[in-house]
């Protein structure tokens, strides 16, 4: 059984900072890209950042400057840092693996900005 573990989300202040972490659990084959979506209330899910296995990232606009996507493969686990947060960035995040067979994906985590 694989499953991904997310962990990190929560209450923060305009400004502030969060980081995110994504771990598998289980035996888990073949992963190239890792990634991060979020899905604010009422809207539709959307990309937030996603790495590669030879550690190439893409990044939404609205967080280039902001948030830094890594990945520790010997781990199989993805991060999300997320620098000077704004309450746009108010959403359920959703941590995603690729792998040769199959996407997983998170449970999510709620990450709330607000004063």
């Known amino acids: 059984q694989v499953q991904l573990v997310e962990s990190g989300g929560g209450l923060v202040q305009p400004g502030g900072s969060l980081r995110l972490s994504c771990a598998t659990s289980?035996?888990?084959?073949?992963?190239?890209?890792m990634g991060w979506y979020r899905q604010a209330a009422g809207k539709q899910r959307e990309l937030v950042a996603t790495i590669t296995s030879g550690g190439n990232t893409n990044y939404a606009d609205s967080v280039k400057g902001r948030f830094t996507i890594s990945r520790d493969n010997a781990k199989n686990t993805v991060y999300l840092q997320m620098n000077n947060l704004k309450p746009e960035d108010t959403a359920v995040y959703y941590c995603?693996?690729?792998?040769?067979?199959?996407?997983?994906w998170g449970q999510g985590t709620q990450v709330t900005v607000s004063s």
């Open positions: 289980g035996s888990i084959f073949g992963i190239n890209h």
């Open positions: 995603k693996v690729n792998t040769v067979l199959r996407v997983y």
